[in-house]
């Protein structure tokens, strides 16, 4: 009985490795077919073209998901989408651009869950951005996102829940840039929601006005502030900013002066942190690093650096 049951388990793993590989060929195959249309949605030089490789790398993309057990695949060669995981790998974030000129960019994405079936549950992102004036007023859904294109994901947690911070990328238009720190939670259904009164900050004339359901720096266009999370001293930093002009209200002024803000989580809160430097360190922990290195080396970073800078060529 004993050997008929080691028989029988190597037939049903190899049956199932060998499902794995049909799998992985037929991922491979797809990547290879999106690829070229995650680039020219990016670099084509007419909006059309654009536009057209947009709609065919979302809808190729979506059926190469569909594949069974695509969440382990890692998509390496769309260097285009910006692909990050959950720390405890419930999900993963994908998010991209779409640049229709230098005054309008709209965001792109989708959370795909892990699920023990391999099967495919997506909830896609609709950027709403265009919407709204006051994209801080609330708690959003996956169908009205304020969009961005993450760099960088951090779990903690509160009383049992998880909070997931997402940092992420905006061009928003040809004079300022945005970085956002929003806050992706799921309720009991598991639907994502994005948002809450998690920031915990005075009242200034650069910040986003309280109650701020998301955090926003916003910025001269090639003056590249840096908002990013270090693990070594367990805190969100980020660039102060001044005006140029000393007009303070005006975000195409703002530029980094040197010194550094940020936030500390503490009972399910980002609470403020003024002065970084200032900040009691615990035994053993170095200053902040110097500066905040590419929002964390995350490559995905400099790719969209690099788009920002060949749209600041294309000005008169």
């Not at 200053?287 to 060949?310: C, F, H, R, V």
Request: glycine share 4%.
């Amino acid at each position: 009985m004993y050997k008929l049951l080691v028989a029988l388990s190597l037939v049903i793993t190899s049956s199932a490795m060998a499902q794995s590989a049909a799998d992985l060929q037929s991922l491979q195959q797809q990547e290879a077919v999106i690829a070229p249309y995650a680039k020219d949605m990016i670099f084509a030089p007419l909006t059309e073209d654009r536009l057209v490789a947009d709609s065919t790398f979302t809808r190729l993309f979506v059926k190469a998901l569909r594949t069974p057990y695509s969440f382990n695949y890692p998509f390496d060669s769309i260097i285009t989408v910006s692909k990050l995981y959950a720390p405890d790998s419930s999900f993963r974030i994908f998010t991209w651009q779409f640049e229709r000129d230098e005054s309008y960019f709209r965001q792109r994405g989708a959370i795909q869950m892990k699920t023990k079936d391999g099967s495919l549950k997506l909830f896609p992102l609709l950027d709403a951005s265009q919407f709204t004036t006051n994209p801080t007023d609330s708690v959003r859904s996956n169908t009205n996102w304020i969009g961005a294109i993450y760099y960088n994901i951090i779990e903690k947690q509160y009383q049992g829940k998880k909070y997931y911070t997402l940092f992420g990328y905006d061009d928003n238009d040809f004079a300022s840039t945005r970085k956002w720190v929003d806050v992706l939670t799921f309720d009991n259904a598991g639907n994502p929601h994005f948002g809450g009164k998690y920031f915990n900050y005075p009242e200034d004339s650069i910040k986003p006005a309280q109650p701020a359901y998301r955090f926003c720096l916003e910025y001269k266009k090639d003056a590249r502030a840096r908002i990013n999370y270090d693990p070594e001293m367990d805190m969100i930093i980020f660039d102060h900013l001044i005006s140029e002009s000393n007009h303070q209200s005006e975000k195409y002024t703002l530029i980094p002066d040197g010194d550094y803000e940020g936030f500390k989580w503490k009972d399910g809160k980002w609470n403020y942190v003024e002065k970084v430097f200032d900040f009691k360190l615990e035994d053993g922990q170095a200053p902040i690093p110097e500066p905040i290195k590419d929002d964390a080396g995350n490559t995905n970073e400099k790719i969209l650096q690099e788009q920002s800078q060949k749209n600041e060529r294309r000005k008169p």
